[in-house]
């Protein structure tokens, strides 16, 4: 009796180190198996010339706006794509561009994210298995939309005002007394307009969902941590969605910001429970609001 009791506490021990492993091993798959396929379909592309001069001063711009926009991430468990995003219209990225850049990048940093945070301890696996599948399908049709359906230069406007209602998202979860916990409901809806918004907007997954979940009385470790490792499986989604619609333009804009980003992912992790979190909300936020301003004045 005292054997086979042993023998079942083994294979029970066995069975949740398999499962620890997959949330490892899944995400290092698919980020290689990406890597793999982007190299084989795209390099041809590439001169060693060309990519030589890739880095020169637009691809440090890039660079640090990926460090910037990670650790803002990391730490918030929100802003990259809405800080990157901003970043890149002011700087005069186009919106399809812009938002194929950031969904391709996040492939990568949200992989170094989820991994980083998985590593700290910072996720609650039952809240990610929720918000998954719906924020899939939402970015899904999202990025689906924006790539075949709707023109770019037409919703920038609206786009850099959508940043701005992010950034005031973002200052007034800052400014909020202290949170009654509240039980969360309809995950799968917030999932999914997350991901659908985060997608057509170039960001939002995090603004949208960590905020409403931390404005329910979550954790804000787990919270962050989740909505980190959930994003993974969003922005693989949206950005396959946005290579098989509209191709991939703009590599130096991926790369500066993959490399910035996956450099920071470790560190945000890190940092996530150090920091002060309001005063940076609400610092993020008015830089959000500034950098959609100097864009809409630019089409105005």
């Not at 940093?109 to 039952?126: E, Q, V």
């Amino acid at each position: 009796m005292e054997k086979e009791l042993k023998i079942n506490s083994y294979d029970v021990r066995s069975d949740a180190s398999i499962k620890e492993k997959l949330w490892v091993v899944i995400p290092v798959v698919l980020l290689v198996g990406l890597l793999g396929t982007l190299v084989y379909n795209h390099y041809a592309e590439f001169t060693w010339n060309g990519f030589v001069g890739g880095f020169n001063q637009e691809f440090l711009i890039f660079f640090l706006i990926g460090i910037f926009a990670q650790l803002v991430d990391g730490t918030l468990g929100m802003g990259y794509g809405a800080t990157s995003t901003s970043f890149l219209l002011a700087y005069g990225v186009p919106p399809v561009m812009s938002s194929t850049a950031v969904h391709v990048s996040e492939m990568f940093t949200t992989g170094a994210s989820a991994l980083s945070h998985h590593r700290f301890g910072n996720i609650n696996k039952k809240l990610v298995k929720h918000l998954l599948i719906p924020g899939v399908l939402g970015s899904i049709t999202g990025a689906y939309l924006l790539s075949d359906v709707i023109n770019g230069d037409i919703i920038k406007p609206f786009i850099a005002v959508y940043m701005i209602v992010l950034a005031v998202i973002i200052i007034r979860k800052a400014l909020a007394k202290t949170i009654v916990k509240k039980k969360t409901k309809k995950l799968g809806v917030l999932a999914t307009f997350g991901g659908f918004m985060d997608a057509v907007g170039g960001g939002g997954w995090g603004p949208i969902v960590t905020s409403t979940l931390l404005g329910r009385g979550r954790n804000p470790r787990y919270t962050i941590g989740s909505v980190n490792a959930a994003e993974f499986a969003i922005s693989f989604a949206s950005g396959i969605t946005f290579m098989l619609f509209g191709g991939i333009h703009g590599w130096q804009v991926i790369i500066g910001l993959i490399l910035g980003g996956v450099i920071a992912a470790p560190i945000g992790a890190y940092l996530v429970n150090k920091i002060k979190r309001k005063p940076m909300m609400v610092a993020v936020g008015i830089l959000i609001i500034l950098l959609s301003l100097k864009t809409l004045s630019k089409l105005l």
